[in-house]
């Protein structure tokens, strides 16, 4: 009966305890400083908007290919997961071309992506229905994840199969060994600490960083989600998406992708940016003739991607003689990778805890 430490209780760490649970031989515990419900500058998956526009090139494709039929399939036959199908919007402009929004894009602009046949309904948006700046556009049914919902869901699914939370803070990861809920010491650690990778003895990653990301929660109900390429007139960093979250979540109005800046409080001048330009790019956000005073705003905040240099991180490791596996460094995309993700570190446990691997 292995004994199985889950440190973190973002997306990552609770799909991974999730995958793992499901295996009855698996006794896992969840440790975590936030979980589900927390709003944190060191917490970021409360704050993605979240939806599935792939960023990866179809050489590295591997963790989102793998994760689009499991989202598809909460979608479709799971309405307590807070997760429904949506349009969604692209367009690209020429002039985008080798920015840094672009670099981060990759081939979600191209007219021609790797996940053309993944998704359903990929089109080419005719040239009546681009924006104005715009010279191409494409359009496919996507998933809008309504975080509020989804982690709780999460962790109901969790402690149906049995795993345990508790809240902790550790400062380095061979401590968690001692947390399991059986009072034993653990068999293996699973490290999902996210941007705190970077903070955390044993750990240490200084390639990871955050990719800052301000946005406005709107009531607004757009009926689609949007996105642009690049923005005219914004300071570095800027971007502009727009996603309406399932189940009355409200509406999300972004934003920016700041490498490097750890600012936990929104900019009030950024708010304004980022609200102009939603509804620049989709003027049925409000009533004809009106401006931002047409938003009704549920809040503003702020969340930080734990951008890793070189990708996700999955790999397995010894720590102080306890066996570490290791999932974070997901940047933007940690739900639209997660289950793919998490199942790379499940295979990684199962190969440290086999009997073969022990000899
Ligand atoms: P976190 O959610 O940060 O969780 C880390 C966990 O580790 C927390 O529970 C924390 O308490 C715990 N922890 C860390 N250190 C310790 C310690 N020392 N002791 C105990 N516990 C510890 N992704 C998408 O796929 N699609 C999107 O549309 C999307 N939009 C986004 C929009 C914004 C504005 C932002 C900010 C992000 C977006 N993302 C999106 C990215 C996504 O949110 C992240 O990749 C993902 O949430 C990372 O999850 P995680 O579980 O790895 O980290």
Redesign the pocket.
């Known amino acids: 009966m292995p004994n199985i430490v889950v440190?973190?209780?973002?997306?990552?760490?609770?799909t991974t305890a999730l995958l793992l649970s499901k295996d009855p031989k698996y006794k896992v515990t969840i440790?975590?400083?936030?979980?589900p419900g927390d709003y944190?500058i060191?917490?970021?998956?409360?704050?993605?908007?979240?939806?599935?526009?792939p960023f990866s090139t179809k050489e590295g494709n591997r963790w989102e290919k793998g994760t689009w039929p499991e989202l598809a399939r909460l979608a479709k036959d799971v309405p307590e997961a807070g997760i429904y199908f949506q349009e969604a919007l692209i367009y690209s402009r020429k002039k985008d071309a080798g920015g840094p929004v672009t670099d981060w894009f990759n081939d979600l602009l191209s007219t021609t992506p790797w996940f053309k046949d993944l998704v359903p309904n990929f089109r080419i948006l005719p040239k009546s229905m681009l924006v104005p700046g715009a010279d191409s556009g494409t359009a496919f049914t996507s998933v809008c994840?309504n975080?509020a919902i989804y982690l709780p869901y999460l962790v109901s699914q969790c402690l149906a199969n049995g795993v345990v939370l508790k809240r902790?803070?550790?400062?380095h990861i061979s401590e968690?060994a001692n947390f399991h809920h059986s009072g034993q010491k653990a068999d293996l650690v699973v490290n999902?600490?996210?941007?705190?990778?970077c903070?955390?003895g044993g750990v240490m990653d200084t390639t990871v960083v955050p990719?800052?990301?301000?946005?406005v929660v709107v009531r607004n109900t757009p009926g689609a989600m949007f996105t642009i390429s690049g923005v005219e007139g914004g300071e570095d960093g800027d971007v502009c998406y727009i996603?309406q979250r399932a189940a009355g979540g409200g509406t999300?109005l972004?934003?920016t992708y700041q490498k490097g800046n750890w600012e936990s409080q929104p900019d009030p001048n950024t708010a304004v940016r980022i609200m102009k330009r939603a509804i620049e790019i989709c003027p049925a956000l409000v009533e004809k003739g009106q401006g931002i005073e047409g938003l009704s705003v549920v809040r503003h905040?702020?969340?930080?991607?734990?951008l890793r240099q070189g990708g996700v991180r999955i790999e397995k490791d010894k720590i102080d003689g306890i066996w570490v596996v290791h999932?974070?460094?997901?940047?933007?995309?940690?739900?639209?990778?997660?289950y793919a993700c998490s199942q790379g570190a499940m295979d990684l446990v199962e190969e440290v805890l086999s009997p073969k691997a022990k000899l």
Do not use: F
């Open positions: 440190v973190g209780a973002g997306v990552s760490g609770l440790i975590a400083k936030h979980m944190d060191e917490y970021t998956s409360p704050w993605a908007g979240a939806n599935y526009l994840i975080t902790t803070v550790i400062t968690a999902c600490t996210g941007l705190l990778a903070k955390l990719a800052r990301g301000q946005i996603m999300i972004g934003g905040g702020v969340g930080l991607r734990p999932n974070y460094g997901h940047g933007g995309y940690g739900y639209q990778t997660s």
